[in-house]
């Protein structure tokens, strides 16, 4: 299991105000990884006492685990976890991230987690049960 936390600094604000664009970064990790995402993409916009703290946060369930990030514009800042029970390259999810968000400085962490688990990789899922209504591609005219 490996665990990947990225915090992007120096980001470009005006993509971390784009709703859109935050759900495409969302919807290209698990390709990019290689996984199958298996939940409708969730975002939110969420506004705090302090106006500067104001900021997207979401996330994608895949197969193996989650991809999620958090955004604060007045920052240029970015939060992101990419966590999968199955390895992926560290490399280019870093690449990839630092080039999105076009920033400028960026710390990654990385954990091995579950070192001892006898779980053994699963390696495609054969069905996946979605509650009516829900779709896994964005509503452009959702406001928020």
């Known amino acids: 299991m490996l665990h990947v936390m990225l915090d992007l600094y120096g980001c470009n604000p005006e993509l971390l105000a784009d709703e ?3 759900w495409q970064v969302l919807d290209e ?6 996984m199958q995402k298996v939940s409708p993409i969730e ?3 969420i506004v705090t006492s302090n106006p500067l703290d104001a900021g997207y946060s979401g996330f994608v369930i895949i197969a193996t685990s989650h991809v ?3 955004v604060w514009p007045a920052y240029k800042m970015v939060n992101m ?7 992926f390259d560290q490399e280019s999810v870093v690449r990839f991230a630092t080039m ?9 962490h990385v954990v091995e987690r579950a070192t001892r ?7 495609r899922i054969e069905s996946i049960s979605m509650p009516p209504g829900v779709y896994l591609s964005p509503d452009p005219s959702r406001k928020r």
């Open 100 to 108: 999105k968000f076009q920033s400028e400085d960026v710390e990654v």
């Open 20 to 22: 859109i664009f935050l």
């Open 43 to 45: 975002l939110r916009y």
């Open 68 to 70: 999620s990030l958090h």
């Open 117 to 123: 688990s006898p779980r053994l990789a699963t390696r």
């Open 29 to 34: 990790y698990p390709d990019l990884i290689g």
């Open 81 to 87: 976890d990419i966590f999968s029970c199955e390895h």
